[in-house]
């Protein structure tokens, strides 16, 4: 019903019977629920008057009622995105920071990239929630503590602020579930979504579900181990992907192989000018990364692989051997069903993620359990 | 209900209501229907009159109505298992074979050792179905003439013989089940199965449901890529898992090293013997395999990782190298999280996953698909 009101605009009641064919009584009974929930507003300003008798009532989806935001509080910036009631992208919003800055300052931060994306006045109507991105493992039910110090009261300081229940997961986690929602595996039941950024890290749609492991540790392919004799990793291993495909390791690997790149737009561009280093070391990074999906493939028989992140503006370069090392080392009779896909949502995904988990009622987060902290810990 | 039957043995319908604290009618109603169905029968015979009137009627759980049958059709083995009502392993049986006996010289085996465990009185109750495990990838929805070529009618010829229906899958992707129902990993949500055998496979139980992946290509453990200028895989691979962690592969490293091992007992002797050469030769099989299963923790992040195959009986020489290396591998945070252990259901197992695949009430199968092959492949 909210479909049809969606795609057709205001409908008067029996418009909107004759259109969904449900009976009277069935169609009365939904709609008094719907408008109880402020989800359809009636109005009886009809547009085309019906010759004689009072215009008949015409029925629209509120629009204050339907707007769903998400926040991803990255680790040197914070996004923001809000839908619409029909669950499509009204817009999204970012601001880069220093890695220090309080959360009390992110979260004001936060609230400022809302206001810009609903006009000063926040609208959760129904939804009555905030989806929220953190950086790190969220949702090990024998960690809450470390936890709740990792988020440092932040909850609570956004259920202060915005006075609506918040619900937080990993941001590279929510990442991989927008991009199964409205991304580059729109639809897709088993997807394995890998992202190049500051840190390497992933999540995983398996067989229609959001997945988060046994401890909240799923989808750590940063740290999957590529060279047991490989550089220290931040995570206190060795060799981990991470320590060869982040940003930081490929711009240090470049600038010790005599290049010279600060960040990711100047390696870019030394790609398109032809740069022989550049080239060779991508294409060194772009084989690791396709034997490490090709292993995950073989293990969990993803439909399609969509890798984001900053470092995939590197384009062909890097996405190439990516592909030759994955159909090299995948199972060769899975070689032609994987569909690697370069990432559609940009720096939105982890706050589209976010509204992901807070609209429930999305199949891929059907055995999702949700993940609202312990209220204990806002204090 | 069946469950206090099952504990308490028979019982009045009264000491059945009281037990289960349902209303009268209710209990009428779930009787009514379990008595039809024949999982549940009457007996007036009580063995404590309760004084004056007629005996009151006993419920039991019907013995002949429950036995469901699993028949795992391995490489050179056929084995059986069978388990009552209640879900409870009633026995199991199996036979070696050459590896090209045709289906049906399979087929009749498999009915000689189902009588074996039946007593020859085949009955399959209100299950009504026998699930059977295969070789190889089973489950690709686009590849229905290829599996059917591989399975050569054989769903036709099980069900001319057992005139039920039968569901069919990959052997050791039912191992995982099973191991997950009945065995090492009994009620896991999170468990990751790699069995070393003649083959190296494998099957996951992610988020409490059995997983098969998007073209029923996951749990492949054996063909990823351990050493890229390694040996020339069946697959058509290069330096899988399964070139060096087969049983084969491992008989044929220790042999080649001036070892002398026809066979695994013949290898177990040797460890056993302090044989250096086996036990350097299990360190480094080992420490490949725990390096393989860290990477794949840090991507589904499992609960319980169950190893099984013959291989495992070489003990402590293979799996403690298994847990340093997952230890050393893992994600430091998730490190005393993943609890390693053998597999208990031994080479019954792919027949027991079989009957778990008919017992599709189990929470395990609730989001798996039934994969009744289709009926044209009979003809």
Known sequence: MLDLLRRH???????????????????????????????????????????RGRPAETLTLNPDAGQAIGIDFARRAVHVAAVNFAHEIVGSASEPHAADLPWEDRVELAERLVGTLTGGALRLGALNAIGVGVVGPVGDPGDGAASARRLDGLPGLLRKRFGVPVLVDNNTRLAALAESIWGAAAGGQDVLYLRLSHGVGGGLVVGGSLHRGMYGLSGEFGHITVDPAGARCDCGGTGCLETVASIRAVLDAYNVAGGRADDVPALVA??????????????????????VLAALCNAIGPGVIV?????????????????????????????????????????????????????????????????????????
Chains 1, 2 share one sequence.
Do not use: F, N
Request: with cysteine.
């Open 9 to 51: 605009g205001p409908l008067s009641r029996s418009e909107l019977g004759k259109r969904c064919g449900l009976s009277r009584t069935t169609l009365h009974d939904i709609l008094t629920v719907l408008l109880a929930g402020g989800a359809v507003v009636t109005s009886a300003q009809d547009t085309a008057p019906r010759g």
């Open 307 to 379: 890798i984001g992140g900053e470092l995939t503006a590197t384009g062909a370069a890097l996405i190439g051997p990516v592909e030759e090392a994955l159909s090299a080392h995948i199972l060769p009779i899975s070689r032609h069903r994987v569909h690697l896909r370069r990432a559609t949502l940009g720096e939105a995904a982890g706050a589209l993620g976010g509204i992901a988990l807070v609209l429930h009622e999305s199949p891929l987060l059907s055995r999702y359990p949700a993940t609202e902290p312990d209220p204990a810990e806002d204090s």
């Open 270 to 291: 030394a790609l398109e000018s032809g740069d022989a280093v550049a080239l060779d070391l991508l294409r060194d990074v772009g084989t690791r990364i396709g034997i």
